[in-house]
Nanobody, 115 residues
Framework: QVQLVESGGGLVQPGGSLRLSCAAS????????MNWYRQAPGKERELVAA????????RYADSVKGRFTISRDNAKNTGYLQMNSLKPEDTAVYYC????????WGQGTQVTVSS
């Protein structure tokens, strides 16, 4: 059974940090690129960060460059999104996505940045 399970979301004050994790199972994670998306209320889902299957290539949305870092550990079948200097506008549900011969989605984890 294919699963992507996000964790690590929560409530954090502006300027704080969170690290999201995405645990994959049921497919060969190392052959898939991995992406983090987010969707805020009333807005479309947007791509936040992406990483190639071996981790050698990354890219970021302009809004998070210099603050967020995407990484992966293929030995653990897990991807990560380190989020620093969080802003209220980062508040959203964050989803991980694995893309290869198929596309898989996690259920999402809520991130709320508020004082």
């Amino acid at each position: 059974q294919v699963q992507l399970v996000e964790s690590g979301g929560g409530l954090v004050q502006p300027g704080g940090s969170l690290r999201l994790s995405c645990a994959a199972s049921g497919f060969l994670f190392s052959r898939y690129s991995m992406n983090w998306y987010r969707q805020a209320p009333g807005k479309e889902r947007e791509l936040v960060a992406a990483i190639s299957n071996a981790g050698g290539s990354t890219r970021y949305a302009d809004s998070v460059k210099g603050r967020f870092t995407i990484s992966r550990d293929n030995a653990k079948n897990t991807g990560y999104l380190q989020m620093n200097s969080l802003k209220p506008e980062d508040t959203a549900v964050y989803y991980c996505n694995a893309r290869g011969s198929n596309a898989y989605w996690g259920q999402g984890t809520q991130v709320t940045v508020s004082s």
